[in-house]
């Protein structure tokens, strides 16, 4: 591999880990996609690692999977919601949506529940934040700089651009 090709892999590299900390700038939707696979591969993966060494007392990984992969996309989806030219206080419908689902598999986990899910005051929020996330996934972004920065460039650099 030659420098410079090695180079590009580190300078992209350190923009994609960039923008899972960073709320400044914006996201594409291309870079949200990205982030997501990326936090859920990540969650699952550590709890995939630890489920031997650790006492899961409360609930199965996969809850505590849920609940992980919820916080590690809120600043992704504040990146996403800044490419339309919003503030990011509407991005944690995703962390909501996924703590929600993350109690309703806890309640069938423990007996309190009869199916997997949740009940029905409950079920109605999850499905109207699950509705907001995908409005802010397909909402079109601003094709112009806005207050949030400049339109994302590069397709492997949009993610943290």
């Known amino acids: 591999m030659s420098a410079k090709a090695h180079h590009t892999i580190l300078t992209e590299l350190s923009a ?8 400044r700038g914006r996201t594409s939707r291309t870079g949200l996609v990205i982030y997501v696979l990326a936090a859920t591969g990540l969650a699952n993966a550590t709890l995939w690692l630890i489920k031997d060494v650790w006492e899961f007392s409360l609930a199965t990984p996969d809850t505590y999977s849920l609940i992980l992969m919820g916080m590690l996309i809120i600043v992704p989806m504040i990146r996403r919601c800044h490419d339309f030219g919003n ?3 509407i991005a944690l419908v995703a962390p909501a949506t996924l703590c929600l689902k993350a109690y309703g598999t806890y ?4 007996g309190q529940s009869l199916s997997p899910g949740l009940d029905y005051p409950l079920n109605a929020v999850a499905l109207g934040l699950v509705v907001a996330f995908w409005v802010i996934f397909f909402w079109p972004p601003k094709q112009e700089q806005n207050r949030f920065g400049p339109i994302p460039h590069s397709r492997l650099r949009r993610a943290a651009a």
Do not use: K, M
């Open 107 to 110: 309640l069938w986990e423990t």
């Open 16 to 23: 994609f880990s960039r923008g899972l900390v960073d709320p």
């Open 87 to 89: 503030a990011g206080w």
